[in-house]
């Protein structure tokens, strides 16, 4: 069984930089300290996108110093906040298409990560452009039935958030098109929508989870603007293995303990 490392929206500005009421980089960095203290084993890592809150150089310096102190590769993908040449220009060696585009892939046992690039610089919403899907499609298709696990920041559908909902992917038909029918498509993992969400999408798996600085509360009514909350970050640790995926949403910073009970079997 092969063990990953999922995080997404670390929201990161200036180190010691205060945003919605917390600090970012610190919990990042306490991020990387559970990683390290407990998954130091894990195959790999990806980082599904708002890598910086504003795309901002600090940011992005910040993020490659914590990186750095992990064991494990480590794929940093671009969301709607992020900026691509000023964070290639701080964390170089991410993915790349050879397009300008942050897409890859990632070969691991007898499977491969695809790595998605569904940035519109400037727009909230994504995108997945013809140049992109292009270069999605040759890969699915090189890999034939070769397991294939999917991320990007963007959610290719509705969630049921009106306010994140109206945000999401603007052009889902294309991508929808491409990947139905693809059995091997085993799981897809996005960010973007900082809350809990799981399910299927026309057979494909899928999950998500909070971002590590703020979340967006579970309101289904309201549209504009994307509501905060200071509910728990969390990252996920993924097993994977021939017949089955396995996704352990972990809130790192809850340090609550009950008292062992007397009947040890309770």
């Known amino acids: ?3 990953f490392i999922h995080i997404t929206d670390p929201h990161l500005v200036a180190p010691g930089e205060i945003l919605h009421g917390l600090d970012p980089y ?3 960095a306490a991020c990387i300290d559970d990683i390290l203290e407990h998954h130091r084993d894990a195959a790999c890592c990806v ?6 809150h504003r795309g901002e150089s600090a940011a992005y310096a910040a993020l490659r110093t914590q990186l750095a102190r992990l064991p494990m590769p480590c794929f940093p993908l671009v969301g709607n906040h992020d900026i691509r040449a000023l964070l290639a220009a701080q964390c170089p060696g991410g993915p790349s298409d050879g397009h300008g585009f942050v897409q890859g892939r990632f070969d691991l046992a007898d499977a491969s990560f ?3 690039d569904t940035l519109d610089e400037g727009r909230n919403g994504g995108l997945y452009c013809e140049q992109r899907l292009a270069w999605l499609a040759a ?3 090189r890999l034939g039935e070769r397991p294939v696990y ?3 920041h963007h959610p290719p559908f509705d969630i049921g958030i009106p306010c994140l909902d109206r945000i999401g992917l603007a052009n889902p038909e294309p991508f929808a098109r491409l990947v139905a029918g693809r059995r091997n498509l085993r799981h897809l993992f996005f960010g973007h929508v900082h809350r809990p969400v799981c399910g299927s999408w026309r057979g494909i798996p899928f999950s998500t989870m909070r971002g590590l600085n703020h979340q967006v509360p579970f309101d289904l009514h309201t549209m504009s603007p994307v509501p905060k909350s ?3 970050p969390a990252y ?3 097993f994977l293995a021939a017949d089955q995926v396995t996704v352990h949403f972990h809130d790192y910073l809850d340090k609550s303990t009950l008292p062992a009970p007397r009947d040890a079997s309770k």
């Open 1 to 3: 069984m092969t063990k």
């Open 26 to 28: 610190a919990r990042l």
């Open 47 to 52: 980082i599904t996108g708002d890598l910086a």
């Open 114 to 116: 695809l790595l998605l």
């Open 139 to 141: 890969e699915l298709d």
């Open 150 to 152: 999917l991320f990007m």
């Open 230 to 232: 200071h509910e728990p």
């Open 236 to 238: 996920a640790v993924v």
